[in-house]
């Protein structure tokens, strides 16, 4: 099982270009998230997605983050434009199942850089 | 969810077991005690959760208090590779799939 895979690995960019980080999560699980991780503010969640839909987006900063997951096997977050202060590390996860009895198994990661 | 509290970090020698505390004491009746670790530059990994009986497998041990309000999460035999971020993590139902991250506690393992 190669787990779940993000790409890229290391993004470097500068402000007010679009930035499109990906996801493949591992093979049959339905439950999708991202996660941001920063020094000042930890690891927060964004948004998750159950069956390809999204259930709770109440963690997207703001209109220029948006998420997509057009199949069970792919997801993107796609930050348009970016600014120096979304430099973070991107996680994402997946899990089977819904309900709070089900682990997630995180990514290595996306590390961000906005210049 | 209920909060969790941790100590922020803490020191364990190599080959003794780590114990690591966490307070929870407005756990609910339905929510799960989680246990996820972070080593530098990595994903969370999962270790291992419990709701109310205490719980082994091959990496840790969960100590659930009979009250709920506590729980320990025992490395039996640290070693140099379990330096890492540890969080405890308490979800229910009403968090349907959520996991809230805190501080978390700094376990360095010293040789």
């Known amino acids: 099982d190669a787990g779940v895979i993000q790409s890229p690995r290391h993004e470097v960019t500068e402000m007010g270009q679009e930035v499109t980080l990906r996801c493949k999560p591992i093979s049959g699980h339905n439950s999708l998230f991202w996660y941001r991780q920063t020094m000042m503010r930890g690891l927060e969640l964004l948004i998750y997605?159950?069956?390809?839909?999204?259930?709770?987006d109440s963690g997207m900063p703001e209109d220029r983050f948006s998420a997509k997951m057009p199949n069970a096997s792919f997801s993107t977050l796609k930050i348009q434009p970016s600014e120096p202060r979304d430099s973070a590390v991107y996680f994402c996860?997946?899990?089977?199942?819904?309900?709070?009895?089900?682990?997630?198994?995180f990514g290595p990661g996306t590390r961000l850089t906005v210049l | 969810d209920a909060k969790t509290t941790q100590p922020p970090s803490m020191d364990c020698a190599e080959g003794r077991a780590a114990n690591l505390p966490c307070n929870h004491s407005?756990?609910?009746?339905?929510?799960?005690v989680y246990w996820y670790r972070q080593i530098h530059s990595q994903g969370p990994q999962y270790i291992i959760h419990g709701l109310k009986n205490n719980e082994t497998n091959e990496m840790a041990s969960l100590i659930i208090t009979e009250d709920r309000k506590s729980s320990t999460l025992i490395l039996p035999h640290a070693t140099l590779r379990d330096t890492a971020v540890y969080y405890c993590i308490v979800r229910g139902k009403a968090a349907g799939n959520k996991l809230t991250f805190g501080g978390g506690t700094r376990v360095l393992v010293k040789p």
């Open positions: 996860a997946s899990s089977h199942g819904q309900g709070s009895d089900n682990e997630q198994f």
């Open positions: 997605f159950n069956n390809n839909v999204p259930i709770d």
């Open positions: 407005t756990i609910s009746g339905n929510e799960y």
